[in-house]
C-alpha cells in the first residue's frame, strides 16, 4: 500500500502559481497512476489532473486545462502540480490520489490510496 502526503498548499492572491508536491512512500510508486482531485465545501470531490505510471500521458478537469500542469518523478517517489493562474474558484482541499491501473484515470472510484489534502486558497 502506498502511503501519500501532500505539500504546498496555502493562501495566494488571484492571477497567482503554486506547486503541490505530493510524496508517496514504499518501492512501488511506479507502479501507480497518479491523481489531484479537489473538493470545495459542499462541492463533489473532482478530478484536477491525473498522470500515468510512467508519466507520458495526462488527462485533465476542464476547469483547469491550460492552467495546470501534472508531472511526477518516479525516482524520488514524488508527484507535482504546478498550478498557474489560479482563481478564486480554484480554492479547495486538494487530494493526491494513486491508481493501480496504468493510464491517466479519471475516475475517483478507480483510486484507492489517498493523502489527508491540502488547502489551496485563492483570494480575489
Known amino acids: 500500500q502506498v502511503q501519500l502526503v501532500e505539500s504546498g498548499g496555502g493562501l495566494v492572491q488571484a492571477g497567482g502559481s503554486l506547486r503541490l508536491s505530493c510524496a508517496a512512500s514504499?518501492?512501488?510508486?511506479?507502479?501507480?497512476?497518479m491523481g489531484w482531485f479537489r473538493q470545495a465545501p459542499g462541492k463533489e470531490r473532482e478530478l484536477a489532473a491525473a498522470?500515468?505510471?510512467?508519466?507520458?500521458?495526462?488527462n485533465y478537469g476542464d476547469s483547469v486545462k491550460g492552467r495546470f500542469s501534472i508531472s511526477r518523478d518516479n525516482a524520488k517517489n514524488t508527484v507535482y502540480l504546478q498550478m498557474n493562474s489560479l482563481k478564486p474558484e480554484d480554492t479547495a482541499v486538494y487530494y493526491c490520489?494513486?491508481?493501480?491501473?496504468?493510464?491517466?484515470?479519471?475516475?475517483?472510484?478507480?483510486?484507492?490510496?489517498w493523502g489527508q489534502g491540502t488547502q489551496v486558497t485563492v483570494s480575489s
Open positions: 514504499g518501492r512501488t510508486f511506479s507502479r501507480y497512476a
Open positions: 498522470i500515468s505510471r510512467s508519466g507520458d500521458s495526462t
Open positions: 490520489a494513486s491508481s493501480p491501473v496504468s493510464w491517466p484515470s479519471m475516475s475517483v472510484r478507480e483510486y484507492v490510496n
